[in-house]
């Protein structure tokens, strides 16, 4: 039997070195880091780290039963994907999408847009519990939206998606929000009520920021006439309020706890029903030389829920909110999710993860320290082990004992994974959030994450709450704040 041996820091580091050199060369030699080179940069990493874990005796069995488990563990939110690249089709050829565009450029003011984007999207994902959900249905709507006003697609994007993680993150319905404080050891309701104390100070600043932008932004460079993405609309679609039904109906399906699957494959469906009964002239558009009406509706819902679907209105530059590419559309993003599971499979298989975290570990001294080397944790797993869950479970299990050893509370280390775990997941290209959230909306990673304002401001909220903490503490020379320590000896 061949003796496992600890990899060095070094050994553990280096194929995490290569993969950020090859997805550097990636990102400055293709258009499309998404369409294959990331994806292959992913396997070459792995291909490393397998290398890595042969030299230190795990055997080709150990390594390949992690890669399947780890993928396993992903297959859900694939699966999601693939929904909401259905879901996506249906709603568009529905006229839902079209519908909410429509009525959502009579409501909202162009310069208060990028605030109300926040505030709708964190109702919704609130509401729902799904970020995912919330960014496939009422996200890709408001990006539509705020297109059709002139504002920059990047900037509507980072608005959206820091509304949609605000809800994941305090909803008590959302995943992360139940898995945390069970990895922390503490419940639901005492961790949100402790997330507020850095949440909402983040939010805050991310909306007056939001606010700052619309009243500062220039729409008279505006590429798109209002008034003429209405008519464009109307005329090719049936709009009318009976469309709303659809989304409203996901929306209290979802608030019913049905899980997020079935809810999905409800709204997909819904969508196909109501394009078949509001939407006949887009229907035979799509059909093209198929006369019967129940045979064309048939084939263009079936079109819609798997392929390619654009339409053709009056104005040019609305063609492009009017496009889908069903669940082919979500092919790339499936190919780098599995690819980036390879990866941390092979990584955590010989502990290669747990090497390179043990100093972290060791060398946290104070509460402040050991908040932001969990903060860090958690950034670094979502980065290398490309799973939003995964940043949540490992760093929880890892720090469990040392907040409880320094007297802390778990409601501070699951705010901690929330805040830094659950958040920056879609700031990362090669994450499962990061890599769907890009596809659904149709906008790069890198180029929407700078304006994630809510998502960047979490991390360094929760490690300024912890310094603050203890500073005002030793001020007052008081019982510690909100919930902090639970036994004072030996804290810092």
């Not at 929306?251 to 196909?272: A, Y």
């Not at 994630?452 to 019982?479: C, D, G, H, Q, W």
């Amino acid at each position: 039997m061949t003796t496992k041996r600890e990899a060095t820091l070094f050994m553990a580091l280096l194929p995490i070195l290569i993969l950020i050199a090859l997805l550097t060369f990636n990102v400055l030699l293709f258009d499309d880091t998404l369409s294959g080179a990331n994806q292959i940069a992913l396997m070459l990493a792995a291909a490393i780290a397998g290398l890595v874990a042969y030299r230190l005796g795990y055997g080709w069995d150990s390594v390949r039963k992690k890669i399947v488990a780890t993928i396993g563990s992903a297959m859900p939110s694939i699966l999601i994907l693939l929904l909401i690249g259905s879901l996506a089709g249906t709603w568009l050829i529905s006229g839902v999408v079209p519908a909410m565009i429509y009525y959502g450029l009579d409501i909202i003011s162009p310069k208060l847009f990028l605030f109300t984007a926040v505030v709708v999207s964190a109702i919704v994902s609130v509401a729902t519990g799904s970020s995912w959900s919330t960014i496939a249905t009422i996200g890709v709507a408001l990006l539509g939206i705020g297109q059709a006003i002139g504002i920059n697609e990047a900037i509507v994007a980072g608005a959206i998606i820091s509304g949609a993680y605000f809800g994941d993150k305090m909803s008590p319905l959302s995943d992360t929000t139940n898995l945390a404080p069970a990895m922390a050891g503490t419940d639901l309701f005492t961790h949100i009520r402790y997330m507020t104390f850095t949440t909402v100070p983040s939010m805050t600043i991310t909306l007056i920021i939001f606010l700052v932008i619309g009243f500062n932004y220039d729409f008279s460079n505006a590429s798109i006439d209002v008034q003429n993405v209405k008519t464009a609309v109307d005329t090719t679609f049936n709009t009318s309020p009976l469309l709303f039904l659809v989304p409203v109906i996901l929306l209290t399906v979802i608030v019913l706890k049905v899980p997020p699957l079935p809810s999905l494959l409800i709204g997909t469906l819904l969508g196909g029903i109501f394009a078949i009964i509001f939407q006949p002239d887009v229907i035979r558009s799509i059909a093209g030389d198929i006369e019967n009406y129940t045979t064309a509706s048939y084939y263009s819902v079936m079109q819609a829920m798997f392929g390619d679907v654009s339409l053709t209105t009056t104005n040019e530059n609305v063609n492009d909110l009017l496009s889908t590419s069903g669940m082919r559309g979500m092919l790339d993003t499936v190919w780098l999710i599995l690819s980036a599971m390879v990866f941390g499979g092979v990584m955590e298989s010989a502990g290669l993860l747990r090497r390179i975290t043990q100093p972290i570990v060791k060398y946290a001294k104070s509460t402040g320290s050991l908040v932001a080397s969990t903060v860090g944790t958690c950034i670094f797993f979502n980065t290398t082990a490309s799973d939003q869950y995964i940043a949540l479970v490992v760093p929880g299990r890892m720090y469990k004992k040392t907040y409880e050893d320094k007297g802390l509370k778990p409601e501070v280390l699951s705010r901690t994974l929330e805040d830094s775990g659950t958040i920056t997941s879609v700031l990362i290209p090669w994450n499962t959030c990061g890599a769907t959230q890009s596809r659904v909306l149709g906008v790069d990673t890198w180029a929407y994450a700078p304006y994630a304002f809510f998502n960047i401001i979490s991390p360094f909220m929760t490690i300024l709450f912890a310094y603050l903490n203890i500073k005002i503490r030793r001020l007052v020379k008081t019982e510690p704040g909100p919930g902090e320590i639970q036994n004072p000896t030996g804290s810092k």
